[in-house]
């Protein structure tokens, strides 16, 4: 048996982990972070983390394992939250819950481990693990995703390494959510009952515009709208960009089909750089390609696909958020889910932001692969082709991905194995 920290965070997952690896016999300490203390911006309460702190405290106890506290606030402000500001700053979408799980619990709480004697550091996610033996004698850890499809986080760990893969353990991944709150239960855990934790890792649920102010300042500025007959959607090389639409236009067709039967094929046909580039190439606006229909605070609060928030009603469908120019501080809104500018085919990852979980792996420029692929949380993966060229990839989609936006991370798997991932370039 090892000995195991489990990162206890007052939520009903963790407590269930601690729990299977005491079960199991492991010797298990608990250590709760600390990673927040401002409340501006909040929507849940005065200090959040100190009633997750009291519920580590009453699970440890039930569990009779130690209890130890860490403060990580700083490495959690300059790793997570300051790269979230820059990023809004530059008019992208950024996920700070990928960052925190690379850069905080798999970095700085990996290393407090370790400092304790950890052989091991468990989490509540809800993913597995598998190692597998090459040739060389040498392991590979692979990371899967979670036997619940409704509850599957591997998406959020898309950007561990190797090094960081070794050291996890992922007890609940096997486990079906209502399978969790009953072992919590019937072990009279007391977070058996207890909500979910919703918004920014660690910081919980944020009116976003006001936690933004901390440090983006408001601005006034226009919404334009641009119109589903927009010209330039018509005559675009991008082929049709409709909801639904797919087949060769868009990097599908029989030979991607062929291809798929196959796994991680390497015989595609491939469209030029050429092709790629203007397919993956995001929609841009100017303000005299729409009518102003009203004011905003900062194009920087607001994101690709976002509908709540304009305060611009009146309409026969909801307005959504098709582009911000955050140079200009402008926001360019189209009418109805069905709008082509919320639509595209593809979109591009530049190389130096490609991440590869197992290193062998990695795709050689000229090299084109079937993969599954999710850009958000929750997403149903969607069939796509990756094609690497010397600049970095490209990732053509069966039929067009809604609200595609530069920061999100896109996740590409092999099956159940997560193979890789990237922070989405514009």
Sequence with gaps: MARVVVGLSGGVDSSVAAYLLKRQGHDVTGLFMVNWHDTTGTLEGDCPWRDDRLFAELVAKRLDIPLKVVDLSEAYRTR??????????????????????????????????????????????????????????????????????NKDQSYFLCQLAQEQLRYA??????????????????????????????????????????????????KRGNVHEIKAGWPKY???????????????????????????????????????????????????????????????????????????GLGIGGRRESLFVLATDVAANVVYVGEGDAHPGLWRPALFIAAREVHWLDPAEAMRPGESRRYRVRIRYRQP??????????????????????????????????????????????
């Design 80 to 149: 997570v939250v300051d790269y979230m500001f820059a990023e809004y700053e530059r008019g992208r979408t950024p996920n700070p819950d990928v960052l925190c799980n690379r850069e905080i619990k798999f970095d700085v709480f990996l290393k407090e481990a370790l400092a304790l004697g950890a052989e091991y550091v468990a989490t509540g996610h809800y993913c597995r693990k598998a190692e597998e033996l090459r040739p060389d004698g040498t392991t590979v850890f692979r990371l899967l995703a979670g036997s619940d499809p």
């Design 234 to 308: 018509g005559t675009s090389e991008r082929g049709g960009t409709s909801p639904g639409a797919a087949g060769d236009a868009v990097g599908g067709g029989p030979a991607a089909d062929a291809a798929a039967d196959e796994g991680a094929a390497t015989t595609i046909d491939a469209p030029t750089t050429e092709r790629l580039r203007a397919l993956a190439a995001p929609w841009r606006y100017t303000v005299r390609d729409g009518k102003k229909i009203g004011e905003h605070g900062g194009a920087h609060f607001y994101t690709v696909g976002q509908r709540k």
């Design 169 to 218: 353990l992922f007890p609940v991944g096997g486990l079906l959510k209502p399978e969790v709150r009953r072992i919590a239960e019937e072990q009279g855990l007391a977070t058996a009952k207890r909500k979910d934790s919703q918004g920014i890792c660690f910081v919980g649920k944020v009116d976003l515009p006001v936690f933004l102010q901390q440090k983006l300042a408001a």
């Design 381 to 426: 993966l969607q069939e796509a082709t990756l094609h690497r060229r010397e600049e970095g990839l490209y990732i053509l989609f069966d039929a067009p991905q809604r609200g595609i936006a530069a920061g999100q991370f896109a996740a590409w798997y092999d099956g159940d194995v997560l193979a890789g991932s990237g922070a989405i370039a514009e």
